[in-house]
Structures are given as structure tokens and as C-alpha cells.
């Protein structure tokens, strides 16, 4: 497959690195040694597939642009609009030029939460009560910084945006809606630090942070017949997994334990994904854009309206 990046940041470098031999040319407005300024100056012969590593306000008429010419894209987590027809038009677009849509979230592709999504899916854990994450880093002056990055609902759809995509993984969309418990502003213009609850079949809480100095991960989940717990991502690690078995009527459960420290496989595991859903016809994954994003939309007002006051 004859591979475009397209925006040359962290991320495009990272999607560069797995798709190697595939790349047939770089895009970048502003980086050096680039193929091309923009995407639409790229000859539409010359390639198959884009890897968009864009800015937001840039990604839906890019998008747009690709799919109408059958052109396979996957595009950096998220995709927001503030009106979904957006995003629908996308989907109708991909059907209709046979394009496969992806949005990447590349945690899926952590070895602990396809072990988290096997375990739950195989039943061993029974019924679940609670799940709880924790994502932090500690960007907060980085982000404040930024020229464009501290602005709107800051760590919410940046990071937000990762753990609702991980319960879609895991679990499906709740039962019950998002409410925002917290929602903090104490380095940065934009919200640094939020909490979210679901108070539903399942109780959930998500809490994510720019305040976190150093950069961890943790996962909580207490069951009918046992829990199961990740601490830490590959990126970072290392990276472990426990599941204990409950002992009834009580007692020390029986704990499985397993510890990774390895390089993040993530970005290479999620090409090769792409890949095989552009050589078997799909499908794009747009409609769990529309679920987070309508999520993240809802949250947003929730939360500017409590800090308002």
C-alpha cells in the first residue's frame, strides 16, 4: 500500500516510523524537507492511503477531500464537530467511494487491554460493578505554553477522548450518561484536570489530568467473581496486569500476574490493522466517533457551565 503522512509533529513521525517502506511522501505546510505543502498537491496516482496526523479544525475538510477520491485515510484521534451531521457526511462519504474511514486510538492495541477485553469478553469476571481509569501526564506547562493548545475543554476531549474509546473496547457504550464530578483549571486556561461518573448498570468513574508529573495509567475493574487491574502503558513502563479470583465467603484471592517493559508495540500493531481493513473493504470505525463525540460535545457544556458558575 503506497502511503502518504501528512502533518510531520510527534505523531506523524511515529506513523512514519511503522508504515516505513510504505510512505511514498511526507506533507507539512511548515516543516522542512517535506514532499509537499498540502495535501491536495500530492498527485492522486502516486497513493493509496493518507495517515493524517492534522490538526483538528483542519481534519473534516481533509477528510472530505480524501474520501470523495477513494482514498483510504486514518486520522488522529479525535474527531469533533459541533454539529454531527459533520461527521455523518464522512460516513456517507466512505460508503459511498468504498474508502475505508479509521480513526486511530491506538491503546487498543496495548498488549494489557486486549488481555482487560479477553478476560471480560471470555465471562470469567461475572458481573461487572465498578470500572475506574486514571490517565495522567504532567504537560500542563507545556500545553499552557502552546500557541493553540490551551484553549476549550482542554484535558477532556485530549485525553477524555482516549478513555471513552476504551470503554467502547471493552465494554460498549454505558447504560447510564456521563456526568462531570469535577472539572479544574489550576495551572491552565483550559481545564487541566476533570472527573466523569456513570452511575448506570455499571458504576464508572474516568479521571484524567495534565498534573500527573509523572506520566501513569490505571485501570480498576471489581467483579461478581474476581477484579482485574493494568498499571502503567508500554510507553511508559513497565506495564503490568493482575486478575484475582475471589475467595468465597472471603479470603486471599488467587492473583495472576503479568509485567511487560518493552518498546510501545501500539503504533506498529494499529498500521498493520489499517492495513488489513483497507485490503479487506472495512469497515471505518465513524460510528464510535459519533458516540464520543456527541459525548464529549454534552460534557463540554456540562462543564463550562459549572465553572461558569
Known sequence: MRVVVAGMGVQGHKRAAAAAADVVATVDPVAEDMDFKSIQDVPLESYDAVLACIPDQAKMEVLGYLLEHGKHVLVEKPILAEDETAIRHLRQLAETSGAVCYTAYNHRFEPHFMRMKELIDSGALGRIYTLRMFYGNGTARLVRDSAWRD???????DLGSHLLDTLLFWIGAPSAPFAVRAANRFE??????????????????????????????????????????????????????????????????????????????????????????????????????????????????????????
Not at 151 to 157: D, I, M, N, Q
Not at 212 to 221: A, G
Open 151 to 157: 484553549e476549550g475543554t482542554g484535558v477532556l476531549p
Open 188 to 309: 491552565n486556561r483550559a481545564f487541566d484536570h476533570v472527573v466523569l461518573g456513570s452511575e448506570g448498570e455499571i458504576s464508572i468513574q474516568l479521571e484524567m489530568t495534565l498534573l500527573s508529573w509523572r506520566n501513569h495509567f490505571t485501570c480498576d475493574v471489581l467483579a461478581e467473581k474476581g477484579s482485574a487491574h493494568i498499571e502503567s502503558l508500554c510507553k511508559w513502563g513497565p506495564t503490568t496486569f493482575r486478575h484475582r479470583t475471589r475467595v468465597l465467603p472471603s479470603g486471599r484471592p488467587g492473583e495472576e500476574e503479568e509485567t511487560l517493559e518493552q518498546a510501545d508495540p501500539t503504533w506498529a500493531l494499529e498500521y498493520d490493522h489499517f492495513k488489513s481493513l483497507c485490503s479487506g473493504g472495512g469497515p471505518s470505525n465513524l460510528d464510535n466517533d459519533l458516540w464520543i463525540n456527541g459525548e464529549l460535545n454534552r460534557l463540554s457544556r456540562q462543564a463550562l457551565e459549572q465553572a461558569a458558575g
